[in-house]
């Protein structure tokens, strides 16, 4: 099994940014991708961006495409996801995930994810 691990998380004002960091560990050898959700209070958890284990390919929901980056450090079994001018909207708890199934594009759907990390707030203030 794969565990995770999410920090970084925090109050930041509209504009700021802030670095999310989740640390895997476990069998982290069958990690084909990993992903970053969140969901806010009464909506559902929804796709923020996601990166191969191997071939770095990315890909990002559109509301965040441009203000949000994600990477990994395979030495440190480390994805990280970059927030840059963060909005009201951007408030939520974030999840770390990751996708043991073999693929090879990095999926968008909860439902490819198999282990989930306990989540970290962030809050972003008007």
């Known amino acids: 099994q794969v565990q995770l691990v999410e920090s970084g998380g925090g109050l930041v004002p509209a504009g700021g940014s802030l670095r999310l960091s989740c640390a895997a560990s476990g069998r982290t050898f069958d990690i084909y991708a990993m992903g970053w959700f969140r969901q806010a209070p009464g909506k559902e958890r929804e796709f923020v961006a996601a990166i191969s284990w191997t071939g770095g390919s990315t890909r990002y929901a559109g509301s965040v495409r441009g203000r949000f980056t994600i990477s990994r450090d395979n030495a440190k079994n480390t994805v990280y996801l970059q927030m840059n001018s963060l909005k009201p909207e951007d408030a939520a708890v974030y999840y770390c995930?990751?996708?043991?199934?073999?693929?090879?594009?990095?999926?968008?759907?909860?439902?490819?994810?198999?282990?989930w990390g306990q989540g970290t707030q962030v809050t972003v203030s008007s």
């Open positions: 995930a990751a996708d043991t199934s073999r693929t090879i594009v990095p999926s968008i759907s909860v439902n490819s994810y198999d282990a």
